[in-house]
């Protein structure tokens, strides 16, 4: 896809979306993701003279998508149980409709070779599985525990500490910048609207924003769940 980008010239602006399992990859999915993430910088270095943006989006989990642990639960909640790996496991969330606005939020302001990253709140997945249970059983389900997997973490996160010295932040996200100058283009020419240096020197789900069950629901009801 990179390579047919460069080469066809309507193609203007190529947004790759990569996922918080490339801050700590512990599985294929993971080492992939961080791979994309490289590739789609390099691609913005190796445009020549071409008017074309490559940039990525790194979001949190997205509600009721392929993948998503709601369908498990969906199922799991026919069979009359409900099950976790672990009561502490928390992740990032957010609705389709919040996704694609990140998007096309993030394809006004690409530069090239740059990291997006929104800043939303993270959950617990315990208290996740407790409120989808309380919408959708007929009766009362118990969440049970299981054997956390292979691989599996207990949290997640979005910006790790060394790309944090290398990022500017706005209200809404976290700007990961290139850290490989590119002819024409420089670190210093990389400015956004509002963007400001890192108070912060990281942002995981241990402290990130935590939603209570009240706002698990009300964004449960935003995604239309």
Do not use: C, W
Request: proline share 5%; hydrophobic share 45%.
């Amino acid at each position: 896809l990179i390579a047919a980008a460069l080469r066809v010239p309507s193609v203007s602006h190529m947004t790759m979306i990569s996922t918080s399992k490339v801050t700590n990859p512990t599985n294929i999915m993971g080492a992939s993701k961080l791979l994309a993430e490289r590739l789609m910088t390099a691609a913005h270095y190796i445009r020549g003279r071409k008017n074309k943006v490559f940039t990525t989006a790194r979001l949190g989990n997205v509600l009721n998508t392929s993948g998503s642990v709601l369908p498990l639960f969906r199922e799991q909640i026919k069979h009359g149980h409900l099950e976790i790996t672990h009561e502490g496991i928390a992740r990032f969330f957010m609705t389709v409709s919040q996704a694609v606005k990140f998007m096309f939020d993030i394809t006004v302001l690409a530069r090239g070779g740059e990291i997006f990253v929104p800043k939303i709140p993270a959950l617990a997945i315990k208290d996740l599985a407790e409120v989808y249970a309380a919408r959708f059983a007929n009766a009362s389900i118990p969440v049970r525990i299981s054997n956390i997997r292979p691989g599996e973490t207990l949290s997640e996160a979005l910006l790790t500490p060394e790309e944090a010295l290398n990022a500017l932040e706005t209200d809404q996200m976290f700007i990961i910048l290139p850290q490989v100058e590119t002819e024409g283009i420089y670190i210093e020419d990389y400015t956004y609207p509002n963007a400001r240096s890192l108070t912060s020197e990281a942002y995981n789900t241990t402290i990130a924003p935590r939603l209570s069950r009240e706002e698990i629901s009300k964004l449960l009801d935003e995604a239309g769940i």
